[in-house]
């Protein structure tokens, strides 16, 4: 093999490696950021070529694994309770048509994980005032997401189910609603989460 190959496979062998112990940090410690695992992972590695991290998605993909192989007693409890939380809110919040979308839907949340939900409206002010209309403590902050092909803030409403779980409601405008940027396996609405169910 050639010092080049060589180099090429230590890296990928490495990048594999890493991916499954960031999986693995996210199934035992509750963490739910993708790059803190990754760093994390990388620290406790001893990795320093850190040009190389495995991608969000490549994580994911081991974190299923992981949970199928050594969680499948315990994990799907946790999952099934997260996304009858979520449809309680969505059922809520009906009047939006919200999408679920992120770890809870995916099925690799556990129990630290927050609940997604986006909203397509060009009045966030509305969704604001049924909040208050319905007496649900709130905060307002952003959404960090890519819209249109660029890195963009969107107004975000952050409450929380009645056991604590955080829900993260991020309004986007409503012309991206149809702008192909919603993919069918990474939002869902009410008819597919009850499906799930």
Not at 16 to 35: F, K, P
Not at 113 to 118: E, K, P, T, V
Request: charged share 25%; no cysteine.
């Amino acid at each position: 093999m050639s010092k080049d190959k060589d180099r090429f496979h230590r890296r990928d062998l490495m990048r594999e490696q890493l991916t499954h112990h960031a999986a693995r940090l996210m199934a035992e410690h509750g963490i739910t950021d993708y790059a803190f695992a990754k760093r994390k992972a990388a620290r406790q590695m001893g990795a320093t070529d850190t040009q190389h991290l495995p991608s969000n998605e490549e994580i994911e993909a081991a974190l299923r694994s992981f949970r199928a192989l050594y969680q499948h007693e315990s994990h799907p409890p946790v999952l099934q309770q997260l996304r009858r939380e979520a449809l309680a809110i969505m059922r809520l919040l009906e009047p939006f048509q919200p999408y679920l979308t992120g770890s809870v839907l995916d099925g690799t949340a556990g129990e630290q994980s927050d609940i997604n939900l986006l909203i397509y409206s060009d009045d966030e002010k509305a969704v604001m005032m049924f909040l208050l209309k319905h007496e649900l403590p709130f905060e307002s902050g952003e959404w960090h997401t890519q819209l249109k092909g660029r890195q963009q803030a969107v107004p975000s409403f952050t409450l929380q189910t009645e056991s604590g779980v955080p829900v993260h409601i991020a309004v986007l405008p409503e012309n991206t609603r149809h702008s192909g940027m919603r993919k069918p396996e990474r939002h869902a609405d009410m008819a597919a989460v009850e499906s799930l169910l």
